[in-house]
């Protein structure tokens, strides 16, 4: 079946630091893979997306690179803001329609 | 850009009521809305797929008869969630796509609390 597995929270982090939230999933065709972020009190927005193997999608400082052979999708960022503290989430579509999304990873930084 | 909006927010009823749960796509005409619920450290769920003026879809599991979905034109979708138990208790979210595979929007989600 299709699923995703992403890096377990909260994570706590200083401003500045480096971010990785790891990200695996199953798939039974060829997904398209997504990261979407969900900022307090709003709904979930798409922050970067890799269509196809060995793409990288990046948005706002942060990539993703689609790892078919590690079927990972990491997000990483080089230097995180307060302001990126949010709620994370991995998924993935085969129809572009029916996602299937990780637990979610809380990212809170301080100053 | 393209809003979905969700009302409400939260929601606090006594076990036995239904809530209604709304869902609207404010600058675009959504063909399409789904449905998702979250419990406590688990992932968004599909519970339904719903197509205006058609019959929803329910995924596996997911009790269609204790989940109304209705989608009656291309802005508006509702999750009545009828004679509501706690372990109805969840995060509801719905998300909405125009035609021809434009992306998906979110709306903030609702949190519902069953006493």
């Known amino acids: 079946g299709n699923s995703v597995t992403q890096m377990e929270g909260p994570v706590t982090l200083s401003e500045e630091a480096f971010l990785t939230i790891n990200c695996t999933y199953t798939a039974t065709g060829y997904p398209s893979l997504f990261w979407y972020v969900q900022y307090p009190g709003e709904g979930l927005q798409l922050l970067l997306k890799?269509?196809?193997?060995?793409d990288k999608g990046s948005n706002k400082g942060f990539e993703a690179t689609y790892r078919k052979e590690t079927t990972s999708f990491h997000l990483e960022k080089g230097s995180v803001q307060v302001s990126d503290s949010a709620v994370y989430f991995c998924?993935?579509?085969?129809?572009?329609?029916?996602?299937?999304f990780g637990t979610g990873t809380s990212l809170t930084v301080i100053p | 850009g393209a809003v979905v909006s969700q009302h409400p927010s939260w929601v606090i009823c006594k076990s036995g009521t239904s809530v209604k749960i709304e869902c609207r796509s404010l600058?675009?005409?959504?063909?399409?809305m789904f449905w998702y619920r979250q419990f406590p450290k688990q992932s968004l769920m599909l519970m339904a797929t719903?197509?205006?003026?058609?019959?929803?879809?329910?995924e596996q599991g997911v009790e269609k008869d204790k989940f109304l979905i209705n989608h009656a034109s291309l802005t508006l979708s509702t999750l009545t969630v009828t004679s509501a138990h706690p372990e109805d208790s969840s995060f509801y979210i719905c998300?909405?796509?125009?035609?021809?595979?434009?992306?998906?929007?979110f709306g903030n989600g609702t949190r519902l609390t069953v006493t």
């Open positions: 998924a993935l579509t085969i129809t572009g329609n029916q996602f299937y």
């Open positions: 998300s909405a796509q125009g035609q021809g595979g434009s992306p998906l929007h």
């Open positions: 719903s197509n205006e003026g058609s019959k929803a879809t329910y």
């Open positions: 890799a269509t196809k193997a060995d």
């Open positions: 600058d675009f005409q959504a063909t399409t």
